[in-house]
Each structure stands twice: as structure tokens, then as C-alpha cells.
């Protein structure tokens, strides 16, 4: 089939994707080309032309694809925006009592705030959806002349040589035969001085920038999956400012999850439950993990007693620390956010490091624009910005959380109160992280009475299964499209996957969307079958497959979960 003619477009300055590290970047470099044009006058010299910029989002909606724990530390947008509160910053709650506790199966021990963890200290912290933080950021920006189109998904990263030149996104209307159906539309390039990714975690064109140049971390990166509820409670079981983070005994043992709680309006909490992809155990589940440590921990029974169950989803987070951060530049691009692995797992907490690397990109794009210049050359001070940053500080006193874990769960409970008088150190420094499919063992490996856990049964009240949380998501994808998951070699699947690991995607993935199905006509044969259209676009899959020959793409644009006030 020909190359289709496509229509183009050339802005200043694209960034691909509508997070909290993009908004912030695009809303600080206008108001700094404000500023600066401000001081130019006042001295009578060139003043900078206002660029043109675009952001684009794959999702139908600004938010619909933002979830995360959402206790924003405010240093970034008080930064970004002195007078947010009066500029109608959407806050839930504002944290005032913040809690570590410890859950065993028949109790709980509900350590006084006084004995909170430093890094768990969310006092004065914002409670907030990001879902609407992003929305609101998208107003003020739209407010300064920022164009935002949402439904536009990139799949493709434009390069001449070694430089980014901009991005093309997705055809539409192509069946799942790859023919062109009558709502067939060919995507479009957009090209730009410079492009800035901000996609989330494992961005689909950030995985092809860093695998292409080379600008992997120093260790390989290593990612959590989050599984977040939102749930409303009894009024009489709504705490207001309250803020818990925790982990369940002896589970820790084995290996270290964690788990979030917090008060938002409405009588809603969120509660949330973090697992380590870089798992030895074939059979990690985190959705099988979150919903047991609701059924074992009677603090959970308790608050969750005559609760309704409001909204589902699931997503990755970066966890591998300052070392495993990519380069954050090349010729024509930068990257930002949990693109650029900027969440900090030690605290759960990511947003606002998200915003800061945004704003020191945006700076760094004003020292392009001066110069007429966004090679690596000029695009290098963004790394001068962050390792004088707060940012990268607060990353560096974190730098051996993920490595300590990895060591054993045990080590890290040694050695994580360690580094915090020795401000990151700990009793050994520069642990490595690993990439979650290097760490998984084949089936024999394991302990025999780990190899076949019993099937979970929730029980439709408290615990569901997958197949049911995914309708709790408002994830949409047209049936009769190119499936948007690609799977290189499907053979691996019913063979050498089925053998050494027991197929794995069928637990890991937290949406229900991968499935060994009985092969037709067939002595038990097996193949894969894949339920795209229950995809939540965690990126589960394209982290923990053991083969790595899943590859997750991105959907027709608007398509995906709906996490609207999550």
C-alpha cells in the first residue's frame, strides 16, 4: 500500500501530551516570554516573539487518561503559580493528618502521626483528582494563547538523522484487517523547533527515542503498578485531611507492596495499592494483591462496610530513582515528567516533580528562542536546571529505595530508615535497579506451592474481578480497528511462554485483557486471544512481558479510560 498524503502543520514548540509536567511546562514558558518581554520594554531591547505552541493529547477529553494518588506536595505550583488558590486550583482536601500504618490480617497497628515515616509526612499537602488539575492547568493555558488538541494520539516520532523534528499521529478509520474503511483518515505531521515528551509512564514515542539514542539511566528503569479505587463511604467513616499510607504483614516478606488511602469530597476516598513489576513470581497479580489486602484488612472491611464502589483504574508509575532517569535531551526534544521517570517512589509522589521538570524544560526552551538554537547543545542546560533543582535533591536523598527492596523487602526495611540520616546513602550506595521482565523466574523456579495459586473468588462486594472493575473505568475502544496491543510473535505465547512461565499476562495485566483460549477443533491446544477493547493503557504488559514481544501502542485518538475526577 502507498504512503498516504498526509497534511502537516509547524508550531514553536509541541509537547505530546496533556499532564501536569506539559501544562506547567507550556503555562511557565509563556508567562517567562511575558516576564521577559515585560523587562525588554522597560530597558528598550529586543523583546522575544510569543512562539507558537500546541499541545496535543491522545485522550477524548483533557484528564480522562490523568490518574494517580493525588496528595500534591504545593512547592511546584506555588512556584509555577503564587495566587493558585485564588485562580480556583481544584483542592479536595488539604492534608492534616498524616498516618504509616501497619495491616496484619486479624489487625491493624495505627501508628501515631508523631512516628510517620519523613517521607510520609503529607501535612499541608493538596488532596487532589488530577484529572482536574489538568484541566484547570489547560484553561490558564488556553487563557495565554496555548493551543490544545485533545483526541490527537502520537504514534510516531519524526526524525531527520539524529534529530526530533516533530510527531505523526495515528491513522484513523483502518480496520482490524489493517484496510482502510470509509471513515478512513491518514494521521498528520506536526513538526516543530522543538518537540517535548510528556506521554506518562512508557510513552510509546519516548520508548522510541530512548531505544534509537541510546539515553537510557545509568541502571535500567523498573516500574509499580498502581491499582487505584475510588469508593463512597458513610458519612460517619469520612475523615477529611486524613492521609494513609501503609503495607500488609507478612506479605512484605516475600515482597513489598504498598498501599494508599485518602479523604476526598463528597464522602469519597481513594484508595490505592502499589506492586513491584520486578517481581522473581511468575504469578504476580497486582489486581489479585489489591483486592486481598481489602478482604484480609479489617480496617478496610470496616471503611468499606456499605460502600459503593464509584470508579476503577489502573497505571504504572516509575520507580527506579534517579538513576535509572534517562538523558533528558537530544537534538530538537525533551523529555518531562514520568516520561523522564520523575516520580519519586520512596514517596509516593510525583506530581509535583512532574511540574518542576516542566518548568525547567520551558526555561530551557526560552534559551533556544534567544539563541535560534534547540540543539543538544542549547537543550543540555535543561540537566544544569534539574541537578540544581529541589528536584533532583529530593530524588538524590531517595536514590537506593528501589534497590534496597530489590535486594530483599528485608533489606529494605534496614536499610530505608538508614538513608535517612545518611541522606540517601544508606549502608550500601548505588544499588542497582532491574527492568521487571529480567527478574521473573520460569515456573520450576519457584517454590512448589507457589506455582499454582488457588483461582481468587471476590465476592462482588468488597472485591471484584477484573472482567467487572473494568466496566468501573469508562475505558472505550472501537471493536473493529487495528488492535492497538501487538504481540510480535504469538507462537511464544502457546509454547515456550506457556512452559516456562505460565503465561504471566494473563495475571499481570489488570484489566482482563490477555487470555489463553482453547485452540478449535484442537487435543487442549491453546492460543492467545486479546481483549483490547478492556485495555486501561496502564502499560502492565509492555514492562513485565518476559519475552518483551508485547508492544503497547497508542489507540485511535480519544480512545482509552475515562478517569474523570479520579
Not at 210 to 235: A, C, S, Y
Not at 398 to 405: D, I, L, Y
Request: with cysteine; hydrophobic share 35%; charged share 25%.
Amino acid at each position: 500500500m502507498s504512503e498516504p498524503e498526509r497534511e502537516s502543520m509547524e508550531v514553536d514548540v509541541l509537547f505530546v501530551g496533556a499532564g501536569p509536567a506539559t501544562l506547567a511546562s507550556a503555562y511557565h514558558l509563556m508567562k517567562q516570554v511575558e516576564e521577559q518581554n515585560a523587562q525588554a520594554e522597560k530597558k528598550g531591547t529586543p523583546q522575544i516573539e510569543p512562539p507558537v505552541i500546541l499541545v496535543i493529547e491522545k485522550a477524548a477529553g483533557i484528564g480522562d487518561h490523568q490518574l494517580s494518588g493525588g496528595v500534591m506536595n504545593p512547592k511546584a505550583i506555588e512556584e509555577l503559580m503564587p495566587d493558585y488558590k485564588e485562580q480556583g486550583f481544584p483542592i479536595e482536601q488539604t492534608c492534616d493528618k498524616a498516618y504509616f500504618w501497619q495491616f496484619f490480617r486479624n489487625m491493624t497497628v495505627k501508628l501515631p502521626a508523631l512516628f510517620t515515616p519523613p517521607f510520609f509526612q503529607k501535612k499541608g499537602y493538596h488532596v487532589v483528582s488530577l484529572s482536574d488539575v489538568a484541566k484547570f492547568l489547560a484553561e490558564k493555558c488556553e487563557e495565554l494563547g496555548v493551543e490544545i488538541y485533545p483526541g490527537f494520539a502520537a504514534s510516531e516520532v519524526l526524525f531527520e538523522g539524529d534529530r526530533v523534528v516533530g510527531i505523526r499521529t495515528g491513522d484513523m478509520g483502518v480496520d482490524k484487517d489493517g484496510k482502510e474503511k470509509g471513515t478512513y483518515q491518514p494521521g498528520m505531521d506536526i513538526l516543530a523547533g522543538v518537540t517535548v515528551f510528556g506521554e506518562g509512564v512508557r510513552g510509546s514515542c519516548t520508548k522510541q527515542i530512548l531505544d534509537r539514542l541510546d539515553m537510557h539511566g545509568k541502571f535500567p528503569q523498573t516500574f509499580e503498578t498502581g491499582i487505584k479505587e475510588i469508593w463512597k463511604v458513610k458519612p460517619e467513616k469520612h475523615v477529611p485531611g486524613r492521609v494513609i499510607h501503609g503495607s500488609m504483614f507478612p506479605d512484605f516478606l516475600g515482597q513489598l507492596n504498598g498501599m494508599w488511602l485518602y479523604d476526598m469530597g463528597d464522602n469519597m476516598v481513594s484508595y490505592g495499592f502499589v506492586t513491584p513489576l520486578a517481581s522473581e513470581d511468575p504469578n504476580n497479580d497486582p489486581h489479585r494483591a489489591s483486592q486481598e489486602f481489602k478482604r484480609d484488612s479489617p480496617f478496610m472491611r470496616d471503611l468499606l462496610e456499605g460502600a459503593e464502589l464509584i470508579r476503577y483504574g489502573a497505571k504504572c508509575v516509575p520507580a527506579g530513582g534517579i538513576n535509572a532517569i534517562p538523558k533528558l535531551y537530544c537534538d530538537g526534544a525533551m523529555l518531562v515528567g514520568d516520561s523522564a521517570g520523575m516520580l519519586n517512589i520512596m514517596k509516593l509522589a510525583g506530581i509535583h516533580t512532574a511540574m518542576k521538570s516542566g518548568m525547567m524544560a520551558a526555561e530551557t526552551i526560552i534559551d533556544g528562542i534567544k539563541a535560534a538554537d534547540f540543539s543538544a547543545k542549547t537543550l543540555g542546560k535543561y540537566t544544569e536546571r534539574f541537578r540544581n533543582s529541589w528536584a533532583y535533591q529530593e530524588h538524590y536523598e531517595a536514590r537506593n529505595f528501589s534497590g534496597s527492596n530489590e535486594i530483599s523487602p528485608l533489606f529494605g526495611m534496614l536499610n530505608i530508615p538508614l538513608m535517612i540520616p545518611t541522606k540517601g546513602r544508606g549502608l550500601i550506595d548505588n544499588l542497582a535497579t532491574h527492568a521487571p521482565h529480567s527478574v521473573m523466574k520460569k515456573i520450576w523456579e519457584i517454590p512448589r506451592e507457589n506455582r499454582h495459586p488457588a483461582p481468587f473468588e471476590p465476592d462482588g462486594v468488597l472485591t471484584f474481578s477484573k472482567e467487572h472493575l473494568v466496566g468501573f473505568s469508562g475505558t472505550a475502544h472501537e471493536s473493529d480497528q487495528q488492535p492497538h496491543l501487538k504481540v510480535a510473535d504469538t507462537n511464544v505465547c502457546a509454547t515456550d511462554c506457556l512452559r516456562d512461565y505460565g503465561n504471566p499476562c494473563e495475571k499481570f495485566c489488570p484489566a482482563a485483557v490477555y487470555e489463553m483460549v482453547d485452540v478449535a477443533g484442537s487435543n487442549g491446544d491453546k492460543e492467545l486471544f486479546i481483549h483490547h477493547e478492556n485495555c486501561v493503557h496502564c502499560k502492565t504488559c509492555d514492562i513485565a512481558d518476559p519475552y518483551q514481544i508485547i508492544t503497547w501502542t497508542t489507540p485511535q485518538g480519544g480512545e482509552g479510560p475515562d478517569y474523570t475526577k479520579m
